[in-house]
C-alpha cells in the first residue's frame, strides 16, 4: 500500500469536552498526516466538540465528515 492510500480518521462522537491540549493534539495529527502523504479527517464530531472547532475556527481547516462512511471517501 502506498502512503498515500493510508488514511487517518479521529472519531469524536462519544467527546463531551476537549481543551486546547486536545486541539493542540488534534492539529498535530492533522500536520504530521498531511507531512506524511496520509489524508486526515475528523469524524461525527460531537456538538461540544464542534463548539470548540467553530470559535477557533478550525472548522473551517479540518475536513470534517459525518460517519465512517464518508471519512473513506475523503
Known amino acids: 500500500m502506498r502512503p498515500r492510500d ?7 462522537s462519544a ?11 488534534l492539529v498535530e495529527g492533522f500536520q504530521n498526516a498531511r ?5 486526515f479527517a475528523l469524524v461525527a464530531v460531537s456538538q461540544a466538540v464542534m463548539a470548540v472547532l467553530e470559535l477557533a475556527r478550525l ?8 460517519d ?4 473513506r471517501a475523503v
Open 68 to 71: 465512517v462512511e464518508a471519512a
Open 15 to 25: 467527546v463531551s469536552y476537549i481543551d486546547s491540549s486536545g486541539i493542540a493534539a
Open 35 to 39: 507531512q506524511n502523504g496520509r489524508r
Open 59 to 66: 472548522d473551517r481547516v479540518f475536513p470534517i465528515v459525518a
Open 6 to 12: 493510508c488514511r487517518v480518521g479521529v472519531e469524536l
